[in-house]
């Protein structure tokens, strides 16, 4: 178990922004920073980050939280995971208790896993570099590759010995379950026998985002023609092939900053683009592209260069993962090498000045590479032409944005010499055969009220509610003055008036102390649940420190706290002064904000207890009716009173 003291490190020294920036591409908005969600597939940037509360809200999905919160939901880990995570980003050494069997026997199979996999990576990389075996087989051929010493470290390459269970042993022996490494797919397991899944062949370790090992690839190295020349992890808990792209980890802040991200087909052709420090190129590990890979690119960057090698068959069936690029609505452009070569190869025999020459000046748009390449396959034949077109035309309509599909769509009549009007025609004929549940804008459906369980129907009261726990959770510490209004009875006409008078106080003791002289209890399960944390924490410290008090909460608090401090600053425009308007800043008039809040909160409690009144005159005898209506004009007139308050306040 980790200590306390070490979790206090790694809060007091994480910086949200810092972490959330290696999975996510941020821009500055305001005080805060915005980018796309990573946990939908959305267009429109709406997930917030705030330095300053160390809090993020992702608006599309419903999540928030603090830091840990985000890895735990990012990565699927759990809390000492993330802590452990930030603890090595950070170089926080990690000071905890010795566990007991019983509680090692209690960690789950998905952690297990984890640990088993990163055991082997281990294993892999010392057999590489410090056995005679993985010298003179494994790194002889890294070396003859091309790869440097610094590299092959770099990508934690390693040798797997040729020998039927070299790691199986190893591992049991350092005390993991045979059961995890039969999970991963290292260990093949087949009645009473058990052998190694990658003998005799050089490792590709396969990391998340975040770089734990989630499986393997290997090479086999000897000409045994029965066995795979490529051998990749089998699908498990912890590793989906349609969802990792190889070299992702390493190349995740290079493609952020560049703005672009390579896209090749090999192991190999990842790791000589990074030598040559090309670095932000991955890999889709000669797997087809699919959406989830896609979207874990769109994170970092709107825009992917895919790089084919000089085979004809392949560019032709790669042309199938471009379509999935742009339905992404993502921007893509395409270059290809000669034939014989390959990014491996060319990289290896080239400069980085050439590399970088040479992808600057062949990447072309798509629909330019598409129809140089299909044109020279109709050549003269007018069929084949018209079907080239169609396919043009098919691949334009994926692009969600018209404003995009009319550029194509220009663009492809001038390359294909056909008039606009023919594919504009055939563009609304393609998008119209599309499903209903395509990405097309539906007709809006009329709004229908449909009642929230969490939230009360009086919404003027939820809101009311809302904003005290927000000023408690912003200002609470505060020490202000605030215009107490004190009700006093008229001698000589009985009438109630209100003498205002001068009140120093903190914020939260002011907003406790008239929430019990009204005998106010809130409503709202989330808010009646946030209400004593927040008292709590405030007397027990003298600021509330958003991000530590956040790490105290379950998920669902610590999310609504961060839906209330983002949200109105997730439409929130900026620079207003350099505009020359000048709008009021509710901190900057706290007394009257708070007093407002309170007067409307007590205006609505008088509403509610005449309602109340009301249903009871419908029901009591005639001789209570006197009672009960002079009890409402007395409410009415007190209302009047907070009313005309609330106005000189407004």
């Known amino acids: 178990m980790i200590q306390k003291s070490t979790i206090d490190a790694v809060f007091e020294t994480a910086r949200l922004e810092e972490v959330i920036g290696d999975f996510v591409q941020l821009k500055k908005s305001g005080s805060n920073f915005k980018g796309l969600s990573p946990f939908t597939d959305e267009r429109t940037p709406s997930f917030m980050v705030s330095p300053v509360k160390q809090i993020w809200k992702d608006f599309s999905s419903g999540k928030g939280g603090n830091v840990v919160a985000f890895l735990m939901e990012h990565e699927h880990i759990s809390y000492p995971e993330a802590i452990r995570y930030l603890a090595k980003k950070y170089n926080i050494e990690i000071e905890e208790t010795e566990q007991n069997d019983e509680q090692k026997a209690a960690a789950n199979a998905r952690e297990s896993m984890y640990l088993v996999s990163s055991f082997a990576n281990s294993y892999f990389q010392d057999t590489l570099w410090e056995t005679v075996q993985g010298k003179t087989i494994g790194l002889s051929y890294f070396r003859e590759r091309g790869f440097t010493d610094q590299t092959v ?27 995890f490494l039969e999970k991963t797919g290292l260990t093949i397991v087949k009645e009473d026998k058990k052998f190694d899944r990658f003998k005799g062949r050089v490792m590709f370790p396969i990391h998340s985002m975040s770089g734990r090992v989630l499986g393997f690839g290997g090479r ?48 190999t052709d990842v790791i000589q683009f990074h030598q040559k420090g090309v670095k932000n190129v991955v890999s889709s590990s000669g797997t087809a592209l699919t959406p989830e890979q896609i979207r874990l690119i769109r994170r970092l960057t709107p825009n992917i260069t895919v790089l084919f090698d000089g085979d004809a068959a392949g560019l032709r069936a790669s042309l199938r993962g471009i379509d999935l690029i742009l339905e992404a609505g993502m921007n893509v452009r395409v270059c290809s090498f000669t034939e014989g070569e390959d990014p491996d190869s060319f990289a290896k025999t080239h400069s980085q000045d050439e590399l970088v020459h040479f ?60 008039s606009e009007e023919v594919l504009f025609a055939t563009l609304a004929q393609i998008t119209q055969k599309k499903p209903k549940y395509s990405a097309q804008p539906q007709r809006s459906q009329p709004m229908a009220v449909v009642p929230n369980s969490d939230k009360p129907q009086a919404s003027t009261r939820f809101e009311l509610e809302k904003n005290i726990i927000k000023i408690l959770l912003l200002h609470g510490h505060e020490e202000i003055f605030f215009e107490e209004p004190m009700l006093e009875t008229d001698p000589k006409t009985g009438d109630l008036k209100m003498i205002p008078s001068k009140v120093k106080a903190r914020v939260f003791e002011k907003i406790y102390l008239d929430l019990q002289q009204d005998e106010i209890a809130f409503t709202t399960h989330t808010f009646k649940s946030l209400y004593p944390k927040i008292l709590n924490a405030l007397n027990v410290q003298d600021v509330l420190q958003i991000d530590a008090f956040v790490a105290t909460l379950p998920p669902d608090l610590a999310s609504e706290v961060s839906s209330l401090l983002l949200n109105d600053e997730q439409y929130a425009l900026h620079d207003w002064e350099r505009k020359n308007i000048y709008v009021l800043n509710k901190a900057a ?60 306040v407004v």
Request: proline share 3%; charged share 30%.
């Open 153 to 179: 470290r770099d990508f934690q390459l390693g040798y797997s010995p040729d020998d039927w269970s070299a790691l199986t042993d190893a591992s049991i022996k350092a005390g993991y379950k045979l059961e």
């Open 220 to 267: 086999i190295l000897n000409q045994d023609k029965k066995a795979a020349k490529y051998m990749n992890s089998p699908e498990s808990e912890i590793y989906n092939k349609s969802k990792v792209l190889y070299g992702l980890y390493q190349a995740k802040q290079s493609i952020a900053k560049a703005d672009n991200c390579f896209l090749v087909e090999g192991y």
């Open 359 to 418: 992808l600057e000046a062949n990447a072309k748009d798509f629909i330019r590479f598409k129809a140089a390449l299909l044109v020279n396959e109709a050549a003269q034949d007018p069929i084949k032409k018209s079907e080239t077109i169609r396919e043009m035309v098919q691949s334009i309509a994926k692009i969600p944005d018209p404003i995009k599909q009319e550029v194509y769509v220009r663009s492809c009549a001038a390359l294909m010499d056909i």
């Open 589 to 648: 008039s706290l007394p009257q904000w708070i007093l407002e809040i309170m007067l409307r909160f007590r205006c609505q409690l008088i509403d509610e207890k005449v309602s109340t009144l009301q249903e009871k005159t419908e029901q009591d005898h005639k001789e209570h009716h006197a009672e009960l209506l002079e009890e409402i004009v007395q409410y009415h007139k007190l209302k009047n009173i907070l009313s005309g308050r609330l106005n000189r």
